[in-house]
């Protein structure tokens, strides 16, 4: 093994380090479990958290902007909140505990704590690579979280909504779920803080999808102001499996958003919808990577992100196609409206292509304003800053609309859109 | 959609096992002991009777070189180098330095003759149909011979070999040397200013257009050498130049290093276009031998509306590194990138190009097509980048490539920065995006689709080769008449 040259570890670092020494004993978990948590947080003091010099992370220098983590308080409260979707079922994890009442029938749930204690969880616990800090953070701390599994077979109307709700202080959390070979369901994957205090969340999502599953999940994150949020949804694409993953980030001040998926079936087909809505000093960082591992796959991305401010957007995608992957259908496009001249915006669409009978393709823009249509807008008598404000938010709904089979759900996501606007614009 | 028959012959009659210029010449060669040391950069220096100034610039490199690391970001794999088992000078016994054509060694008039690189004048003009071409000959270390030196000085430039231009233009090498590619940059710049053998200086004055091509022709003959050339080509104010550069070396087992620096700095409405033909032995079907190929290429668009064009042809060495920039720091200048990659056999291409835009109203386009075959890895890395002042900035590029067989590997890593809300950047990596309407306009008037597409692309290809002198563009046809129809990022 390497030896690592002994690093001087800054405040974040100690206090993520510290958080678990204060914890031994504490925290949930068989002797595997027990094990493998030791073993990542012992990487994390021993490598620190990545920089830009780790090329996975080379636009989120981590190190250095992860300044302070709020220690965790487990005396802290936050309160069920209103789904965002009428109607939805409710799942609930508030400031890291699980609340599994009211579970529809149709699921089958269990508090994620259990399966830390009976060990069923180590297998999953582990990193995608040495690059995961999200995950190693996560694995070493995680204390909740739900495993979800829908049925073979079963089609669940209504929205399921996972409502991760944090008032202040940090939570690591972890969502285990499989869906059954033809179950159809919508997910909405929603984080969202109380008030403006801050705290840092880690959540990370392990989806699997068997035959024929066809699933939409949502992953909204509304954090406060001065939150970090550190997401991660792994999937896993059986034959034919169909998922819809919509990303929209509208709240948070440094967000790394990671989205690694594989298609591992035949026919598995992927389409991701990314919006991220960013102002103020935030740092927002969405990175997604998909792997095409068998061939008659297909997938398509479309990032769209708007920009104003001060803020500091960053897109990474890679598309990798294996050796065998032959048909491969992938088109990824990533567009930017930067809209102050002190804001910025990364992109780094990346291919990586081993098969030679493919279709791949990527496209990234970084534009203003259409002057022709603000012009179109304003020969009609349309004020000026209304007329922007129409034509972003066209630029971003126009994702949102693709979404149509489910009314309520475009226009619950269209209001978060356009309220996120109207207060930055 | 798989490659059609036509472009699998075409590749493959430029396979490695196809490699023309792989024959070797023996030359007295003076060589410095193996190894790297302040001893052998003291014996380079004193070699070439450089004035202090310069051996203390070398000496400095070297110090921090030192302390550097080989990077390893790029996606190429190789084992290590041993930097102290090369020659680093290596020179025909018989020309001390850049003489008159008469007293070069007639073995190695032999050569280039036998490269097909016109060296002599009197043929040159003789020739009706052919252009001029005004050729600098680097032979492993030195330069060996420089043409028309005579009419182009009546014009004003200077063309000489960049030892000659430190001694008798010492104030402008200074002035310009290692200011777009600092002594620092990264580890084989850092190596390459240390211990630099040879390589060519081009000056061209005020308001002066240059009268014909110039060219340099690289050659690596001596076993266990390292090549490190240093080009700087220096456009004053309203000047245009055009530039191309050719490359070969003979078949060994060895790997053997080539780490060349290239500077250009463009002031004030002038215009700078730079061509590589770039033909290193590139090993055996097995991947044994062939040249590391570890460049540095910038150019500095200092003045406003300058510009600075690369194109290149890359169809040879092992391992190619290699990344030519623009640095667009004039308002309104202009920075272009052409590039055709082709991989085969074993060897392993990681490229791109550089924008940065720090100007006001600068503009840049790229366009890279590369094709990967054999077992080779072809990646384009490329960075589009616009800082806060550099308002109106704009860019396009687009980068393809197509995989023959489906053991190669074809990869693309674009990282794109805005920080300036009117810049526009646009990035595409698909053909059937930017031919649509083109497709429909010619299967409009008949033309069936395959037939459609090879004409839309081959058109493309062709105006990618039209970027080069019409000398070079000869070549490069022979080496890729290729067809790009099915691309995949």
Known sequence: ?425 | MPAVQETIDQVRQIDVDQYKYGFETTIEMDKAPKGLSEDIIRLISSKKNEPEWMLEWRLQAYSRWQTMEEPSWARVRYPKIDFNDLHYYAAPKSTSGPKSLDEVDPELLRVYEKLGIPLKEQEILAGVEKSRIAVDAVFDSVSVVTTFKEELKKAGVIFMSISEAMREHPDLVRKYLGTVVPQSDNFYATLNSAVFTDGSFVYVPKGVRCPMELSTYFRINEKNTGQFERTLIIADEGAYVSYLEGCTAPQRDENQLHAAVVELIALDDAEIKYSTVQNWYPGDKQGKGGIYNFVTKRGDCRGKNSKISWTQVETGSAITWKYPSCILRGDGSRGEFYSIAVSNGHQQIDSGTKMIHLGKNTSSRIISKGIAAGVSENTYRGQVSAHRKAENARNFTQCDSLLIGDRCGAHTVPYIEAKNSTAQFEHEATTSKISEDQLFYCLQRGIPEEAAIALIVNGFVKEVIQELPMEFAVEAQKLIGISLEGSVG
């Open chain 1, 1 to 425: 093994m390497n030896m690592q040259q002994a690093i001087k570890m800054t405040a974040a670092e100690t206090a993520l380090v510290d958080a678990y020494t204060a914890q031994i004993g504490d925290l949930p978990g068989d002797g595997a479990v027990l094990s493998l948590r030791d073993t990542l947080v012992h990487e994390l003091k021993t490598s620190g958290l990545p920089t830009r010099r780790v090329e996975a992370w080379h636009y989120t220098d981590l190190r250095t902007l992860l300044r302070a983590v709020p220690a965790a308080d487990p005396t802290a409260f936050a309160e069920r909140v209103d789904p965002l979707v009428p109607g939805s079922s409710v799942l609930s994890v508030r400031n890291g505990q699980a609340d599994i009442k009211n579970v529809p029938e149709q699921l089958t749930v269990r508090s994620y704590t259990e399966s830390l204690l009976d060990g069923s969880a180590a297998a999953g616990l582990s990193v995608l690579g040495a690059d995961d800090a999200i995950g190693r953070i996560n694995g070493g701390l995680v204390r909740g979280g739900l495993e979800i599994a829908v049925a073979a077979g079963v089609e669940i109307e209504a929205p399921v909504e996972i409502q991760v709700v944090q008032s202040h202080g940090q939570a690591h959390t972890r969502f285990p779920v499989s869906f059954g070979a033809g179950a159809k369901a919508t997910v909405i994957e929603r984080h969202l803080s109380t008030n403006a205090e801050q705290s840092f969340v880690s959540s990370v999502s392990d989806v699997t999808l068997a035959e024929g599953a066809d699933v939409i999940w949502i992953i909204l994150q509304q954090q406060g102001p001065a939150d970090t949020h550190l997401g991660q949804i792994r999937f896993d694409l059986g034959k034919d499996a169909k998922l819809h993953l919509f990303v929209i980030n509208a709240g948070g001040k440094l967000v790394r958003q990671e989205l690694h998926g594989r298609a591992t079936g035949e026919g598995a087909d992927l389409t991701l919808r990314g919006i991220n809505l960013l102002g103020g000093e935030s740092h927002t960082d969405l990175t997604f990577t998909l792997s095409h591992d068998v061939p008659h796959t297909t997938s398509s991305e479309i990032i769209r992100n708007v920009v104003f401010d001060r803020a500091k957007g960053v897109f990474q995608g890679k598309i990798l196609v294996a050796q065998d992957a032959q048909k491969t259908d992938a088109k990824m496009s990533c567009n930017t409206l930067l809209l102050s001249d002190d804001a910025d915006f990364s992109a780094k669409p990346e291919l990586e292509i081993f098969a030679d009978d493919v279709q791949c393709g990527h496209g990234a823009t970084v534009i203003d304003i259409d002057h022709t249509q603000l012009f179109y807008l304003l020969a009609r008598g349309i004020p000026e800053n209304k007329a922007r404000a129409m034509l972003v938010n066209a630029f971003v709904a126009e994702i949102v609309e693709e979404l149509e089979d489910d009314e309520d759900l475009v226009e619950s996501l269209e209001s978060v859109i356009s309220a996120w606007l109207e207060k930055h614009a």
